[in-house]
């Protein structure tokens, strides 16, 4: 697989990803390095991440091992908050770190959303690179320069847009993932198809188990994002098509976070582009036999979600919330055909429940 490189940051695969990184470390002469993981990701990603990295040559290794520190968060979107921010601040004032120092973030969206945060606030900025260990990693949150935090129950409400230098993909990874959480970044992949094209869009409906995604259907997702985010990095345009499924999916995810029913990101995404999927068709004139073919193909990997009345007020409420509203109008990414996404569409609360009815029949 290519690299993708671009001016602020690159994306690199693999054996050749983990040669340029070493260059890129030495180059740096970085006088610390902490490699930020969460507790999985410790256990499984952090010793064959070195491994592969410090085989490249000796003068890494040494680099590494000398010079090297190691913060292991608890897992799980609950630490994505200020008060590990803080403790993983400490840890670098404690260690000595300064302006050039590096952080690896190694794990999923979580570990890159969080350490992107610290990096990017530390001393006014630091260095640092994303290692994305789940698919939704990978396809999405390790790249695009979204960094942050969630507060008071509100998703990514506290960040700063800030590059990773580099972004390594190492598909290794997946390997030891839970299948929960490949269906989770699978959501994203399909978000992707969505707004890229009839012929993504296609792809994707050919898989029938998530067994079955390849290295390129990975690498064409990733595409599909850098495409947007280079023409728009800090989402004044067409980066918001990227929001596509997440307006009512953040806000499902929101309502459910720290409940008994919280949702991964990627089932609440799942849920957001059906729902989008036929606002799309109630406002664009989106094609509704194509609605029910990403209705159905959705509902083969997600299972159904119940909302009762009071669960569709609470998440309309948590609309008003949405970053990307302007005034009080939620506004929503929609598509008038597959690969043709439009921004900025008012929808109102009437049209909004029709689509949750259309969800759950
Ligand atoms: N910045 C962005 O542009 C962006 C985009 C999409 C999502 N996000 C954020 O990403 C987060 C979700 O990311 P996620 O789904 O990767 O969740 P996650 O980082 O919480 O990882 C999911 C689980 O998998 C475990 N894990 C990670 N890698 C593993 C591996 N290789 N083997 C075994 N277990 C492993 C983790 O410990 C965790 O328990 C959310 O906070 C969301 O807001 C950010």
Redesign the pocket.
Same mark, same amino acid.
């Given at each position: 697989m290519r690299p993708i490189i671009k001016e602020n940051f690159s994306i690199l695969f693999n054996e050749n990803g983990y040669l340029e990184l070493a260059d890129f470390i030495l180059k740096k002469n970085y006088q610390n390095i902490l490699f930020l993981t !969460? /507790?999985?990701?410790e256990k499984?990603?952090l010793k064959s991440f070195k491994k592969s990295i410090c085989n490249i040559n000796s003068k890494v290794y040494k680099i590494i091992d000398s010079n090297s520190f190691y913060y292991s968060l608890p897992?799980?979107?609950s630490s994505?908050n200020i008060n590990e921010s803080i403790k993983v601040w400490d840890f670098l004032i404690q260690n000595g770190f300064k302006r050039n120092s590096l952080i690896i973030n190694l794990?999923?969206?979580?570990?890159?959303?969080i350490g992107?945060f610290i990096s990017s606030t530390f001393m006014r900025g630091i260095d640092f690179v994303n290692v994305?260990?789940?698919l939704?990693?990978m396809v !999405? /949150?390790s790249?695009?320069g979204?960094?942050?935090i969630?507060f008071k129950n509100l998703?990514?409400i506290i960040g700063k847009f800030e590059f990773a230098k580099i972004i390594l993909i190492d598909d290794s990874?997946?390997e030891?993932?839970?299948d929960q959480?490949i269906i989770?970044?699978f959501a994203?992949m399909i978000k992707h198809a969505l707004i890229d094209s009839p012929n993504h869009w296609n792809t994707i409906r050919e898989i029938k188990s998530l067994k079955n995604i390849s290295k390129d259907m990975i690498y064409n997702s990733i595409l599909t994002k850098v495409k947007i985010i280079e023409k728009d990095p800090t989402e004044k345009d067409i980066r918001k098509y990227l929001n596509y499924g997440h307006t009512l999916g953040h806000a499902i995810e929101s309502y459910l976070l720290g409940t008994k029913r919280e949702l991964?990101?990627?089932e609440a995404i799942s849920v957001g582009i059906i729902l989008e999927s036929y606002l799309s068709c109630l406002r664009c004139k989106f094609d509704i036999n194509k609605v029910n073919q990403i209705k159905s193909f959705v509902m083969k990997f997600y299972k159904k979600i119940d909302f009762a009345a009071t669960d569709i007020e609470m998440v309309i409420k948590l609309l008003k919330y949405d970053k990307k509203n302007i005034n009080d109008n939620a506004l929503f990414v929609l598509i008038r055909n597959i690969g043709d996404p439009t921004t900025n569409n008012e929808v109102n609360i009437e049209e909004i429940k029709e689509a949750f009815r259309f969800y759950q029949d």
């Amino acid at each position: 697989m290519r690299p993708i490189i671009k001016e602020n940051f690159s994306i690199l695969f693999n054996e050749n990803g983990y040669l340029e990184l070493a260059d890129f470390i030495l180059k740096k002469n970085y006088q610390n390095i902490l490699f930020l993981t !969460d /507790a999985n990701t410790e256990k499984y990603c952090l010793k064959s991440f070195k491994k592969s990295i410090c085989n490249i040559n000796s003068k890494v290794y040494k680099i590494i091992d000398s010079n090297s520190f190691y913060y292991s968060l608890p897992h799980g979107e609950s630490s994505k908050n200020i008060n590990e921010s803080i403790k993983v601040w400490d840890f670098l004032i404690q260690n000595g770190f300064k302006r050039n120092s590096l952080i690896i973030n190694l794990g999923g969206g979580m570990v890159t959303d969080i350490g992107g945060f610290i990096s990017s606030t530390f001393m006014r900025g630091i260095d640092f690179v994303n290692v994305p260990t789940t698919l939704l990693g990978m396809v !999405d /949150a390790s790249i695009g320069g979204k960094t942050g935090i969630d507060f008071k129950n509100l998703k990514n409400i506290i960040g700063k847009f800030e590059f990773a230098k580099i972004i390594l993909i190492d598909d290794s990874f997946l390997e030891t993932l839970n299948d929960q959480q490949i269906i989770s970044g699978f959501a994203e992949m399909i978000k992707h198809a969505l707004i890229d094209s009839p012929n993504h869009w296609n792809t994707i409906r050919e898989i029938k188990s998530l067994k079955n995604i390849s290295k390129d259907m990975i690498y064409n997702s990733i595409l599909t994002k850098v495409k947007i985010i280079e023409k728009d990095p800090t989402e004044k345009d067409i980066r918001k098509y990227l929001n596509y499924g997440h307006t009512l999916g953040h806000a499902i995810e929101s309502y459910l976070l720290g409940t008994k029913r919280e949702l991964l990101h990627g089932e609440a995404i799942s849920v957001g582009i059906i729902l989008e999927s036929y606002l799309s068709c109630l406002r664009c004139k989106f094609d509704i036999n194509k609605v029910n073919q990403i209705k159905s193909f959705v509902m083969k990997f997600y299972k159904k979600i119940d909302f009762a009345a009071t669960d569709i007020e609470m998440v309309i409420k948590l609309l008003k919330y949405d970053k990307k509203n302007i005034n009080d109008n939620a506004l929503f990414v929609l598509i008038r055909n597959i690969g043709d996404p439009t921004t900025n569409n008012e929808v109102n609360i009437e049209e909004i429940k029709e689509a949750f009815r259309f969800y759950q029949d």
